[in-house]
């Protein structure tokens, strides 16, 4: 091992952008490579939204009537799976969640976190990093998911236009629910506790909306919770956007409203996530 | 600024929960020197590194680094500072080329520079031809190398090395050596831990014996062998039942307590070479039947038995707070 002979380090200049954007591209991109190196987990994670479409269009289907449509198509179940893939694609992006609490756990009990937070980087960096790359992953998912989508056939009958705000539509939720998802990361204990924390919250999320059986066939006290369940309005407005069918929906300022509601709720759930998970990578530096 | 010591620290504790891991340690760390905190597990070694890294904050106390407050100046402080945990710090599935250039890009240093030094860090560690796998197929002394490499990258003023060798081959640990006394003769002022009293021998000018949490003796290898005062005599036997014998037998020669360790007993001796003519008497009156007897300078190991009444190796009197490492979360 030679002597070391190296000229004093350059500074780089801010960019304009601020160092914690910089730092959390730079720790998007390890957690991308990372995805890269295990192509095995990346199957995995595309296997089980496949699986949910064959699930749903094949088996419960034609069990599950979607009201106000039947006369417009010829085939119920095939007008099931048009109404389900944006349920799928919503579900899909909100389980997304999980992968950001596993990730992160992961990260916490392993010695590479010590090495970023005695580096002079910003302390959102971790979070921005892996909440953008998850997001950023959902691309390939959800290209997946479409592909099979069309096979089974489903349908984009609204333009080109409409089904790419609705794809950014779902992307950005993925996004929001990548820091509840970081939140609570940071609040387990161990990656053990984070694979089972990951993912208990959001079956009742996903299943207490309109992803999979419309708001109306709900018992009366059920419907307001799903309509202003955000994964509802997501859906809702995906299916909008799509150009499939909504079946008839309940007055709800949230559904009469579906992407506005979605996008509101998701500005609030990054306020309050963003600033609480932090805030507890912070205190976990302090600790 | 440059006559400022790279480290002083002033009555730094540290609670977690019930357990005292520092209580009241102080420390200085001159610029340019290199100073080993050793102690037995649990002695408060790593706590003391990871409040000076910033990742820890002290429950008592004040800590400068660099001439910066390691609590209100975290970020100057990381600025300056290099460091290597027991753990390689690095990312498993990123080749080593890719960690460089992301804690170089971390550091916020220009990609040419980063390019630059990486290249250089790589081939100065042996990790050419490694540099574009992934460091899960490394080796145990290869994470170490590139663990320290991503400490190098911004060369930093001051370097913690946090129990650099625990683990490695007894080669990997002599390549580590050369390398940290190369970063010596740098100019990198070095802190490092170890349990190994060989290794503070061989690396440190300033040896810190800490236990309990706080220092209980100071000075160089050879000041801490003086302090226990002159020769030992070493005598090995058949078995065990014969360094009891023998512990007895030496009782008229020996000046202070003999150390039993399975077959061997040793014991501080004063009077030169003629203690070993003494002593073989002594045992051959008693009829104990020696394999070797010898008489030596006392190593550091003798230190710490003197100074503490228990060996540096004896891991396991006194249990470890249970979260050392894990102890970061919330």
Known sequence: MSAITVGHPVALRRPIYGWALHDGFVVARRNLIQTLRVPELLFFSLVQPVIFVLLFAYVFGGAIPIPGDGASSADAANAYRQYLMPGIFGQTVAFAAAASTV??????????????????????????GRTFADAVRQILVLTVLSITGLLVGWRINNGLFSALLAYALLLFFAYTVAWVGAWIGLSVPNPETANTAGLVWLFPLTFLSNAFVPISSMPDWLQPIAAYNPISTLVLATRELFGNPTGIQPHYWSLDHAALYTLISCAVLIGIFAPLAVRKYRNATAR | MSDQPAVRAEGISRTFGEVKALDGMDLVVQRGQVVGLLGPNGAGKTTMVRILSTLLKPTAGHAEVAGFDVVKQANQV???????????????YLTGRENLRMFGDLFHLTPGYVKARSEELLTSFDLDDAADRPVRTYSGGMRRRLDLAASLIARPEILFLDEPTTGLDPRSRLGMWQVINDLVADGTTVLLTTQYLEEADQLAQDIVVIDHGHVIAHGSAEQLKDQIGGDRIEVTLHDAAGAERAARALESVISGHPLIEDNKVSAPVSGGSMVLVGAIRALDLEQVEITDIMLRRPTLDDVFMSLTGHLAESETQRPEPTRRRGARRR
């Open chain 1, 103 to 128: 990730g992160l756990a992961e990260d916490m009990s392993r010695g590479i976190i010590d090495r970023f937070r005695a580096l002079p980087m910003s302390p959102s960096a971790v979070l921005l």
């Open chain 2, 78 to 92: 990381r600025r300056m500072i290099g460091l290597t945990g027991q753990y390689a710090a690095v990312d498993e």
